[in-house]
Antibody, heavy 119, light 110 residues
Framework: QVQLQQWGAGLLKPSETLSLTCVVYGGSFRGHYWSWIRQPPGKGLEWIGEINHSGSTNYSPSLKSRVTISIDTSKNQFSLNLSYVTAADTAVYYC?????????????WGKGTTVTVSS | SSELTQDPAVSVALGQTVRITCQGDSLRSYYASWYQQKPGQAPVLVIYGENSRPSGIPDRFSGSSSGNTASLTITGAQAEDEADYFCSSRDTSDDHLGVVFGGGTKLTVL
C-alpha cells in the first residue's frame, strides 16, 4: 500500500524559502503525477503544482513565480520550494499522488505539514 | 484559471439523502473528483470519474455530472459523514494545465 511521508521546516520568517519533501513508500513514481496542495487555516484547498517521473511540471499561475517542484527518483521523493514567503503562505501543506488515468483525481495523500510564517 | 463553486454549508437529517453540488466551466470537459475532510485530517478521495469509489468507501456515496455541474450524493447519511467536502477537476483554461478545487461544503448531519 502506497504511503506518502512528508517533512520540512514548520516555522519560517518572511522572505525565507519554504522547503518540503515527500517520500513515496510502497509504490513507483512512474504512471503518476505528484502534487502539492495547501490549506490556509480555516480555508479551502489550493493546488500548488505537480510533477511527473520525468520531471515535467505544472504550476498554479498565482504561485508560479515563486514555486519549484523537483523529483529525485533514486530516493523515491519529490520536493517543494516556495520562495519569499509571507504570512499569506501560512498553511497546512499536503503532498498527494495523481494516477495517470483517463480521469483526474488524487488517491493517496500525505498527512500534512503545518507551516507558519511569522517574524 | 477556472473556478469551482460549492455551497458553503449543507445539512441533512440522519439517514436521509443529501446532494452536494459543484459548478464550473472545467466540468464541461473533465469529471470532478470529490474529497472528504474531517477536522485535523488529510482529505480522503471518495468519488472519481463517472461514478467510481476507491476501495473502502461506502456505497452510499455516489457521483454524477451534467453540463457544468457535478454532484456528490450521500444516500442514507450517517453521523460519521459529517465533514467538509471538496470537489476538484483538471483545468485547462488560460492555455495551461492545472488543477482547481471548489471552496468546500461543510456537511452537518442532524
Amino acid at each position: 500500500q502506497v504511503q506518502l511521508q512528508q517533512w520540512g521546516a514548520g516555522l519560517l520568517k518572511p522572505s525565507e524559502t519554504l522547503s518540503l519533501t515527500c517520500v513515496v513508500y510502497g509504490g513507483s513514481f512512474r504512471g503518476h503525477y505528484w502534487s502539492w496542495i495547501r490549506q490556509p487555516p480555516g480555508k479551502g484547498l489550493e493546488w500548488i503544482g505537480e510533477i511527473n517521473h520525468s520531471g515535467s511540471t505544472n504550476y498554479s499561475p498565482s504561485l508560479k513565480s515563486r514555486v519549484t517542484i523537483s523529483i529525485d527518483t533514486s530516493k523515491n521523493q519529490f520536493s517543494l520550494n516556495l520562495s519569499y514567503v509571507t504570512a499569506a503562505d501560512t498553511a497546512v501543506y499536503y503532498c498527494a499522488r495523481e494516477p495517470l488515468t483517463e480521469y483526474y483525481y488524487m488517491d493517496v495523500w500525505g498527512k500534512g505539514t503545518t507551516v507558519t510564517v511569522s517574524s | 484559471s477556472s473556478e469551482l463553486t460549492q455551497d458553503p454549508a449543507v445539512s441533512v437529517a440522519l439517514g436521509q439523502t443529501v446532494r452536494i453540488t459543484c459548478q464550473g466551466d472545467s466540468l464541461r470537459s473533465y469529471y470532478a473528483s470529490w474529497y472528504q475532510q474531517k477536522p485535523g485530517q488529510a482529505p480522503v478521495l471518495v468519488i472519481y470519474g463517472e461514478n467510481s469509489r476507491p476501495s473502502g468507501i461506502p456505497d452510499r456515496f455516489s457521483g454524477s455530472s451534467s453540463g457544468n455541474t457535478a454532484s456528490l450524493t450521500i444516500t442514507g447519511a450517517q453521523a460519521e459523514d459529517e465533514a467538509d467536502y471538496f470537489c476538484s477537476s483538471r483545468d485547462t483554461s488560460d492555455d495551461h494545465l492545472g488543477v482547481v478545487f471548489g471552496g468546500g461544503t461543510k456537511l452537518t448531519v442532524l
